[in-house]
């Protein structure tokens, strides 16, 4: 098990998986989600959340296109790193403490949001590098 993997096995208590941006993109958006007490209504909680996506719908696109024109082809140490500097960019706009962790010479991500009175831990794992395409393994 390489170092980030035993980091992130550590500090967290329950996993949950995204291979796709859309997530992470959603989860960094501008602003904050709406605040929820304990005991609301489920459906109060899903209405206020929608309401809270449709207001910033369209930075949370403008956010996810500015992501994916930067190249990030795995191979190219430059285009990861870019996307990494990005990624941090934007999370470190948004109140987290990052870090840039190196394994095997590609960059990992890492962010951290304390929440007062958090009793869980929600880990997003999402991939930010591409294979090229190669047009003969194409039909």
């Not at 309401?51 to 430059?78: G, H, K, T």
């Amino acid at each position: 098990m390489n170092r980030v993997s035993r980091m992130l096995r550590r500090r967290t208590h329950r996993y949950a998986g995204c291979t796709g941006m859309v997530l992470l993109v959603l989860l960094l958006s501008v602003s904050p989600l709406p605040a929820v007490h304990a005991d609301a209504d489920l459906g109060d909680v899903q209405a206020a959340i929608d309401a809270w996506r449709v207001d910033r719908e369209q930075e949370i696109v403008n956010d996810f296109i500015s992501l994916l024109a930067i190249p990030n082809v795995a191979s190219n140490l430059p285009d990861m790193e870019q996307n990494a500097a990005y990624i941090v960019g934007i999370l470190k706009q948004r109140g987290f403490e990052t870090r840039v962790l190196e394994e095997g010479g590609a960059p990992y991500v890492y962010a951290e949001l304390s929440a007062a009175g958090a009793s869980e831990t929600v880990l997003i794992y999402a991939h930010f590098d591409g294979q090229p395409v190669q047009e003969e393994d194409w039909a």
